[in-house]
């Protein structure tokens, strides 16, 4: 079991969370905001870390203030799954580019990623920090332009987790 940890501004990444645990109840046991979290939420051994993109490809402020905390977290051991809300059309020149900073930072800790094949197909920007060898480092969503698209990414993008952990396993 996991924890999914994530990101807001303003509560739209709320109900994400929790449709994104309903998709994994035999992966997630506890959703938290980052604003809650201290360094010990981040102590199991799978985890799901998210939230928006604000501006010009930052994390929200919530992520922010804690950031720099995750350079006393040891990923080594744990496997971590992405995702990201933004706005392809208003901010396509940066779009869900905050979640490349997550990427970054928790292999940099050694972490393994999961779900980090997510296709482009669908989505229409400019630019992305988070697209790494054609494809998204995670799961990706806009809640502002394309809502009646976000189940469906959701159920595929936690099938694809849970048969990477699973196949971890064997």
Same mark, same amino acid.
């Given at each position: 079991?996991? *924890? @999914? ?12 969370? &929790?449709?994104?645990?309903?998709? %994994?109840?035999?992966?997630? !046991?506890?959703? *938290? ?15 799901? %870390? ?13 992520? $922010? ?31 869900? $580019?905050?979640?490349?900073? @997550?990427?970054? *930072? ?13 296709? %482009? ?5 400019? !630019?992305? &920090? $988070?697209?790494?060898?054609? !494809?998204?480092?995670? %799961?990706?969503?806009d809640e502002v332009n394309q809502p009646e698209m976000t189940d469906d990414r959701i ?11 699973? $196949? *971890?396993?064997?």
């Open positions: 079991m996991g *924890k @999914l940890i994530y990101g807001t501004q303003t509560g739209t990444t709320d109900e994400i969370a &929790e449709r994104i645990k309903k998709a %994994l109840p035999e992966l997630i !046991h506890e959703i *938290k905001p980052i604003f809650r979290a201290g360094e010990s939420d981040f102590d199991e051994n799978f985890l799901i %870390l998210g939230g928006s993109t604000w501006g010009d490809g930052e994390l929200t402020d919530d992520w $922010s203030d804690f950031f720099p905390q995750l350079d006393a977290v040891d990923f080594n051991g744990k496997t971590v799954a992405l995702f990201g809300l933004g706005d392809q059309y208003g901010y396509g020149y940066n779009f869900v $580019s905050a979640m490349k900073l @997550l990427y970054d *930072k928790v292999l940099e800790r050694g972490a393994v990623i999961v779900g980090d094949t997510v296709p %482009l197909e669908g989505f229409e920007f400019d !630019h992305s &920090e $988070s697209v790494v060898d054609d !494809h998204f480092i995670g %799961l990706v969503l159920e595929t993008w936690a099938e694809t987790v849970r048969n990477q952990l699973l $196949s *971890k396993v064997s």
